[in-house]
């Protein structure tokens, strides 16, 4: 199911109503126009330079995404909802229609072909539909020729009324599990495009989890704020992609930046935050990124980082010998019990590390013991 807006395209793959990859990418028909839109040349020479700009950026999407899974291609937008309007093709399901491959693919490539004065000739449309027409109908046919898929289905729907719909009183637990789902399933999908060490991001989360939910007496957040720590979790070390001095900065930047499925730009800058402080420095007056938030968003911030520092030092050896545990309460000490570990040395040492956070921000002691083995 695709979504080619202004700035990005949103591609998921699904097994019947189950996504089971997402990403948002810069496909977006306005960035590619723009992206080629100063150079001159023919018709055809901008057709190929947009088709080239295309290509290039759908590395990144073949690479996140298994496209070659895909039987069937949804396609969402204005603008190929204009090419079903033109192509008239057969009605499916639920106010859509159906285009056989080759009918779109021809289509996409004659409205290439043709000038924007043309085009608002010929079909009585706007510049700036105009404009955004061929970008927007060549990188549906792009994606559309990596699937499997024998027509595109074009339907009337979009992802964002999806997610309005999922905020609706009737089903809305049901709802808000499926959305949860799908948003850590695009956070791994954007993971998986940065090579991401896959096996300690899930640790990592479900050891935050374990220490979220010990913790609600003291923290006092909500589920939608787990679902912050649960994507910060998977993505915190997705930064070593770029580098792996200061791996915590870029992971904050590559976050903030995503256009990650379902969160909006205010969620994703409180996450980035979370995950800049999975090591190294504690939050300060003088980080710009952490002092624009307001004082509820801080506290937010340092409450989940804290239990991040944690649930990563856990896992200090990026091993999965630290899969259960047990929390007790000791005076102002936070027991972690660890069952059937001989020798956490390497863990214990993380945590006297990095756990000056917790102890600031909860005002307990956190201890790490090994339970007898039975």
């Not at 409450?303 to 929390?327: F, G, M, S």
Request: aromatic share 6%; glycine share 6%; proline share 2%.
């Amino acid at each position: 199911m695709v979504e080619v807006g202004g700035g990005s395209a949103d591609v998921n793959l699904l097994t019947g109503t189950e996504l089971m990859q997402s990403g948002t990418f810069a496909l977006g028909s306005i960035r590619i126009q723009e992206s080629v839109g100063s150079r001159g040349g023919t018709r055809d020479q901008q057709a190929r330079l947009l088709k080239r700009q295309i290509t290039s950026v759908m590395a990144n999407v073949k690479r996140a995404i298994d496209l070659k899974e895909a039987a069937n291609f949804i396609a969402i937008g204005g603008d190929v909802r204009f090419a079903a309007r033109v192509l008239k093709g057969p009605e499916v399901k639920g106010d859509a229609s159906l285009i056989p491959r080759e009918t779109f693919i021809d289509f996409a490539d004659s409205i290439a072909k043709q000038t924007i004065d043309g085009l608002v000739k010929k079909y009585s449309i706007s510049y700036m539909d105009a404009e955004t027409l061929i970008p927007a109908l060549l990188t549906y046919m792009q994606l559309l020729k990596e699937t499997q898929a024998k027509g595109i289905v074009v339907s009337d729907a979009s992802i964002r009324a999806g997610i309005l719909q999922d905020l609706l009183p009737a089903d809305q637990v049901k709802r808000i599990k499926q959305l949860t789902s799908q948003i850590l399933s695009a956070a791994r999908t954007l993971g998986r495009r940065y090579q991401f060490d896959e096996g300690h991001a899930e640790r990592v989360r479900e050891l935050g989890e374990l220490l979220f939910d010990e913790l609600r007496a003291e923290h006092r957040l909500t589920e939608n704020q787990r679902l912050y720590l649960q994507v910060a979790a998977i993505l915190h070390d997705i930064g070593l992609f770029v580098n792996s001095r200061g791996h915590h900065k870029h992971s904050h930047y590559l976050i903030a930046n995503s256009g990650l499925f379902g969160l909006r730009q205010r969620e994703l800058e409180i996450i980035a935050n979370i995950a800049r402080y999975h090591r190294r420095a504690l939050p300060q007056r003088t980080h710009t990124s952490y002092v624009s938030l307001d004082r509820e968003e801080r506290m937010l911030v340092s409450k989940l980082a804290a239990i991040l520092r944690v649930a990563n030092a856990l896992d200090k050896e990026h091993l999965p010998k630290v899969t259960d545990l047990k929390v007790t309460r000791e005076g102002d000490q936070l027991i972690l019990q660890a069952q059937n570990v001989s020798d956490l040395s390497m863990e214990r040492m993380a945590l006297a590390g990095r756990s000056e956070l917790f102890s600031e921000v909860f005002g307990k002691k956190i201890v790490l013991r090994e339970e007898a083995r039975t």
